[in-house]
């Protein structure tokens, strides 16, 4: 049984879904979704053609951390009382993933956790994603860990190196699935570029544009006023560069955006996109703005230059490698990285070269041996 319930962790699980469902023979696989975004998953289960056996609808109105955790437990305890899988693979960080990982250690049901091993070692950043993280490797059977950086995480916390498997990230396998699938079917190419005509007034295909996203809960109240502080000054600055910047639904980012991005000729606000025209936006963007942890991976296998508005990161592999800089969600620093990055070519071309260490596309394939073994 698979459980997610957000954007991020559908894309990333798709791939792991169809690798599953190709081996019938083998596998029984359902789909349990939590809709903790409802919604943004919706789409991405669109994209994938994914109809999820159970279907928990949690989202509601208003709901905090405390709402979501009970929910997802609770949900989850009736759910595997019924079903009684013979293994429970949750994804990353969200807090489907934290309560459904504590449900299955409760019911006996052994955990495949995807995307393990990710660490800041500082619990208030990502909060409260390094927290979810760390609780559910303490109850997870299969450690997938998507590098030997992560691998070498879980081993300082003595986790016992047989119960760990280096896969690669399943994001770069759905990367390559969906990019695929664009290049070789004119048809949907056609009518992604028509789609994405409709909403940005430019000519985004020929021209440069810098592609900004931002969700980040450690990032609301100031954290956001210092992002769009840079970006207006920014915007000023290179009235010829273009910046896209699909907002984030929630209000806490909604309302700094709109109140002082709103209105500038250059800025372009637009509504959160699909996985699939996102994908094919991010192929052709100059410069990636981001606080999000799965662009840090797709970027840099796309020759994208991504600053990261966080002081932390979880991947520091990107980091390590020079594609990926950290520059915090402070308006200076934002502004004299961008800067550089325009003005100065060689920094450019240093940071603009495809490098993924975060795996070859066949991360299914692995997790999938280790499930045949079980």
């Excluded at 349990?32 to 919604?39: D, P, S």
């Excluded at 500082?122 to 691998?151: C, G, I, M, Y």
């Excluded at 004299?336 to 975060?358: C, F, I, Q, T, W």
Aim: hydrophobic share 40%.
């Amino acid at each position: 049984m698979l459980v997610f319930g957000t954007r991020p962790e559908a894309i990333k699980m798709a791939p792991l879904y169809y690798a599953l469902k190709n081996c019938p023979d083998e596998f029984e696989t359902l789909v349990c979704v939590t809709a903790q975004h409802r919604q943004m998953l919706d789409q991405v289960l669109q994209v994938f053609g994914i109809t999820p056996d159970i279907d928990l609808n949690l989202m509601k109105a208003g709901q905090d951390l405390f709402d979501v955790t009970a929910s997802v437990l609770t949900g989850m305890r009736d759910v595997l009382k019924e079903y009684k899988p013979a293994a429970l693979l949750v994804h990353g960080d969200t807090t489907t993933t934290l309560a459904s990982a504590m449900a299955g250690f409760y019911g006996g049901v052994p955990v495949g956790h995807v995307e393990a091993g990710l660490r800041t070692h500082d619990l208030h950043a990502p909060f409260p994603e390094e927290l979810n993280r760390q609780v559910a490797s303490k109850v997870t059977r299969w450690h997938f860990a998507p590098t030997a950086f992560s691998k070498q995480n879980l081993l300082n916390e003595r986790v016992p190196e047989a119960h760990i498997e280096v896969t690669g990230n399943t994001v770069i396998d759905a990367l390559l699935w969906v990019l695929d699938r664009i290049d070789t079917d004119e048809e949907r190419k056609a009518a992604l570029t028509q789609f994405l005509g409709a909403r940005l007034p430019f000519d985004w295909q020929n021209r440069r544009f810098i592609l900004i996203t931002g969700h980040r809960r450690e990032n609301f109240g100031n954290g956001f006023l210092q992002i769009c502080e840079g970006l207006k000054e920014l915007a000023y600055r290179y009235p010829a560069m273009h910046f896209v910047y699909p907002v984030h639904l929630n209000p806490n980012v909604q309302e700094p955006v709109n109140r002082l991005l709103a209105g500038l000729p250059n800025i372009h606000l637009v509504e959160p996109l699909d996985y699939e025209p996102f994908v094919f936006l991010l192929k052709h963007a100059h410069i990636v703005l981001t606080d999000s942890g799965g662009i840090q991976e797709e970027a840099p296998s796309l020759g994208k230059p991504v600053l990261v508005m966080r002081d932390v990161t979880e991947r520091p592999e990107a980091v390590q490698a020079g594609t990926v800089r950290l520059v915090g969600a402070d308006r200076d620093r934002i502004v004299s990285n961008v800067a550089e990055l325009l003005d100065n070519p060689d920094s450019y071309k240093s940071m603009a070269r495809a490098h993924n260490p975060y795996g070859d596309g066949k991360a299914c394939e692995r997790i999938i041996n280790v499930l045949r073994n079980i």
